[in-house]
């Protein structure tokens, strides 16, 4: 997911932060498948129709995942104690720059990704400092650092609702799980596959055929949402798989929900 990388860098850990961190916190804080229903799309008498899709999957950062704060002005407040004196900008250009870069090993999120996030601060912040990164990689963890786009729950609600199946399909590390309860919505999903422990990534056709084994639904009656033109169009497209790219194809929850429950967005 490098284009996502500006707008995600899930540096995930622990779920009670520390005093120090929870001092941070407040810092920040103050600056169709078989089974399917036919359903109304909406309260109030509406046709009851069947749903276009039998499955939705989605990107996790960048898509369903965003975060409640700039990366870039994170790493900078945080990095104030240690040293770190380089302009957001500056910062932001050394993020994209690790990010796109090239990764000698096979998947990028290892475990809890640990090599690959601490390589992506260092270059960031020139800040070589393991208290430092400890520090970023445990803000990331939990749900207060993210926030779900407007209107995500209910989307994901209704659609479950009309009998969609629901998948979480990510390039990400083993924190993602932990992640997703913090903001209430894993028990949403019918699947969450992680590319760090199904041992593939996107674009891999491999993460997505185990998604639509997992949630029991043909690729073609299935849509992947994600952000990426590479690792979630053009990967969900080998298989046969539609892709609608999140801020080109759709730009709101509630447009994926009545485009899947075939109607027209108000």
């Not at 020139?126 to 520090?135: G, I, L, P, Q």
């Not at 990967?235 to 709101?252: P, S």
């Not at 485009?259 to 967005?265: F, Q």
Request: hydrophobic residues 40%.
């Amino acid at each position: 997911m490098p284009a996502a990388a500006a707008r995600c860098g899930p540096l995930l850990l622990r779920r009670h932060p520390a005093p120090r961190l929870a001092a941070t916190r407040r810092s920040l804080s103050s600056t169709s498948s078989s089974g399917m229903r036919c359903v109304s799309a909406a309260t109030g008498g509406e046709e009851r129709r069947s749903p276009a899709y039998g499955g939705l999957l989605l990107d996790a950062g960048g898509t369903l995942l965003q975060l409640a704060r700039p990366v870039a002005e994170t790493y900078a407040f945080l990095g104030r104690r240690y040293g770190v004196r380089k302009r957001e900008e500056q910062i932001m250009e050394g993020f994209k720059r690790a990010f796109s870069a090239p990764w000698p090993k096979t998947l990028r999120y290892q475990g809890d990704g640990r090599p690959f996030w601490r390589i992506v601060v260092a270059e960031s912040t020139d800040c070589t400092s393991n208290d430092y990164f400890e520090e970023v990689y445990q803000y990331y963890a939990h749900g207060d650092a993210w926030r779900l786009p407007p209107g995500a729950y209910k989307t994901l609600r209704d659609l479950k609702d009309a009998g969609v199946k629901l998948a979480v399909v990510s390039n990400f590390d083993t924190r993602l799980r932990k992640l997703l309860k913090d903001l209430h919505i894993s028990d949403m999903f019918d699947a969450i596959v992680v590319s760090s422990e199904v041992g593939h990534e996107k674009p891999a056709p491999e993460i997505f055929k185990t998604a639509l084994d997992q949630i029991g639904v043909e690729a073609s009656k299935a849509v992947h949402v994600g952000d990426d033109e590479t690792a979630d169009k053009a990967g969900a497209n080998a298989i046969g798989l539609e892709c609608w790219l999140w801020g080109e194809d759709v730009k709101a929850f509630p447009e994926i929900r009545d485009r899947i429950l075939a109607r027209d967005p108000q």
